[in-house]
């Protein structure tokens, strides 16, 4: 069962979708930090479809989730199927949106993950197209960081002692959902939001595939041409997984 609290306007493989739209979710995400409540914003895409349904750790992460969005185009289209407008929004596409509503609304924010290098950069370069934006904490993880070890709490002590009250969590999956997940009752203040590889795009340290190649659906056949030695097996499970799902005859449900 999910203990998502926005209705869901569709399911697939079980799991709720209840953000429509990227303004939806910049609405859901700022509305909670101005009343300093927090939460966990997910991206559902096909490779956490195959995460869920091999690792129940991860599932009761995702059941924790307080909003989650479509993220990837056959995720999007599979809840279109079954009436829902439904709109792909991506980790990578709500840190600029929520950075512009944070520093209009007064809210800070911090980063945690990816590197000390690419940290620094995408703090600066957000600073600089968001005037006003206050980025109260950064911290790069060491290596091997375990989110659910008592050196991930006191991560989020120091995220949560600096004022921030929107953290974006760049670990990659499974990682950053078990982040949220693990430090969403001892900081309940704090708004988790996983984005993924969104910082290493903003800094530069990776290409994310143009505007058009994402509007056509394709931005994973760029990502697999440019790393095909680690993109290949996980496309092929999601491969399986979108076919499974494409095979049934009505839409999974909770």
Known sequence: ??????????????????????????????????????????????????????????????????????DGAPVAALARRQGAAIERTTGADLVDPLCAAAAREGIPVALFGSSQQTLDMSAQRLRE???????????????????????????????????????????????????????????????????GAALDFIAGTQTRAPRFVQAIGLEWAWRLLGNPSRMARRYLLCAWVLRDLLRQKSPANA
């Open 129 to 195: 197209r968001h005037p006003g934006l206050v980025i109260a904490h950064a911290e790069a993880p060491p290596y091997g960081f375990d989110p659910t070890s008592p050196a991930a709490e006191e991560a989020g002590m120091r995220i949560a002692a600096s004022g921030a009250r929107i953290v974006f969590v760049a670990l990659g999956a499974p990682k950053q959902e078990f982040f949220a997940a693990h430090l969403a009752q001892r900081t309940p203040g704090l708004g988790f939001v996983c984005i």
């Open 1 to 70: 069962m999910n203990c998502i609290t926005h209705p869901p306007l569709a399911y697939v493989d079980g799991q709720a979708i209840n953000l429509p739209t990227l303004a939806g979710a910049v609405d859901a995400a700022i509305g909670r930090a101005r009343e300093h409540r927090g939460f966990r914003l997910f991206t559902l895409n096909l490779d956490h479809l195959v995460k869920r349904r091999d690792d129940a750790a991860f599932r009761a992460a995702y059941d924790g989730a307080d909003f989650v969005s479509a």
